[in-house]
């Protein structure tokens, strides 16, 4: 169980369908005490996951996408054992699993790309590993170390990894826990590459440039 109420904010954009069942599922599998907080307002997705990162108190601080959905109850224990096995963890995701029983993430790769991301899950990655960085649809953020960049504004994943990849350059490791699965209701939107937030990352870091081309180029052939 947490040793102290663990702050846990929800994202949205505007309430729907998605959004109760995104409550009902922390209400149903979290167990111990903890604050829920729903962020709702049409600021860009940063402002809206900042939000719920100034408001909270705990040392710990969890955030879940208004179409996301839990599926274990121990989800918070396995998260919180993970960020706490070490000094220096910066973030703790899960797999991201569609609700059609694809797998969206499992970890982000060196190459920016969700690692398994369409593969059917059977049970792949239910491990802990230190990986580049994380879908930000569900994120266990240690306090106080880092807000997300407002500039990115579209929702386009961007903002995650930014974050990961600015909290690793200053010493903090980004660890993905396979042994946590959280649901994603919606198919994501497909981005076109020359949208602000894709474009703004890569002003950002240029070097990552070079490696989404490959990528893209390999899935081509």
């Not at 907080?37 to 879940?64: F, P, Y």
């Amino acid at each position: 169980m947490p040793k102290e109420p663990i702050d846990i904010y929800v994202p949205c954009y505007q309430p729907d369908e998605y959004l109760e069942r995104c409550i009902q599922s922390i209400f149903r599998h979290t167990q111990g005490d903890y604050n829920l907080t729903v962020i709702v307002g049409q600021r860009s997705i940063a402002k809206n996951r900042n939000q719920g990162l100034r408001k909270g108190v705990s040392e710990w601080i969890c955030s879940i996408d208004a179409d996301c959905e839990l599926l274990q109850d121990n989800w918070l224990d396995l998260l919180l054992e993970t960020a706490r096995s070490q000094p220096d963890v910066g973030i703790v995701g899960p797999k991201i699993v569609m609700f059609d029983g694809t797998i969206f993430s499992a970890g982000t790769g060196s190459d920016g790309f969700p690692i398994l991301y369409g593969e059917k899950d059977e049970g792949q990655r239910e491990q802990v590993e230190e990986v580049h960085a994380l879908s930000e649809n569900c994120m266990l953020m240690r306090a106080g170390i880092f807000e997300f960049d407002e500039w990115f504004w579209q929702s386009k994943s961007s903002e995650g990894q930014d974050a990961c990849i600015n909290l690793q350059r200053r010493g903090y490791k980004i660890l993905y826990d396979g042994r946590v699965k959280v649901q994603h209701n919606k198919h994501p939107k497909k981005s076109n590459p020359l949208n602000w937030d894709h474009i703004y990352f890569h002003l950002k870091h240029p070097t990552t440039y070079l490696d989404h081309y490959r990528k893209r180029k390999r899935w081509k052939t």
